[in-house]
């Protein structure tokens, strides 16, 4: 049985090839969270995270459909997502199912369950609920490539539902 760290979800870890164990927060600061875009389906993200040869995982993906989640690692490991060794070490990473030129993935759904477990994860760890520590993946400094969450995600509402669960801790 894994150690819970989030309740409302289902664990489906990542392959140990694609993370790196840790003991975080006392390893290593845990002071933001980026936000991904899987390019792809939920299933798909988070059987990527499976594959022993992706050298890649998140520690949640949360569903457009129904905002459900699933923790692929824990929080006290270090996720390989951001294309930044730093970044990495201290942040938590939340993939969400879609693709960054189509905004009908970004349900209302997805947005409601992914600000809950953000604000979840800044009272935790004493995140501040703003936009320099929630940041995109595109605001990842070099070497990342990436461009995810795209023009579409509606940062606004995102933070707004954030600051609404933060404050109901």
Known sequence: MAIIDYSNFVYLPANSNNYTVANRPYSNVIDKVVIHVAQGS???AVNWFQNPYSGVTAHYT???SDG???QSIREKDI???AG??????TSIAIEH?????????????????????????????????????IVGHVEVPYPNDHYDPGHYWNWEK???????YAALA
């Open 158 to 164: 995102y933070m707004d539902y954030i600051l609404y």
């Open 84 to 89: 930044n060794w730093y970044y990495n070490q």
């Open 62 to 64: 949360v569903r457009s």
């Open 79 to 81: 996720a390989w997502h």
């Open 42 to 44: 939920w299933s798909s």
């Open 97 to 133: 199912e879609g693709y960054v030129a189509d905004p009908k993935w970004f349900t209302e759904a997805m947005y409601d369950s992914s600000a809950r477990l953000t604000a979840y994860l800044c009272n935790k760890y004493l995140i501040p609920t703003d936009r320099a520590h």
């Open 68 to 70: 459900f989640v699933a």
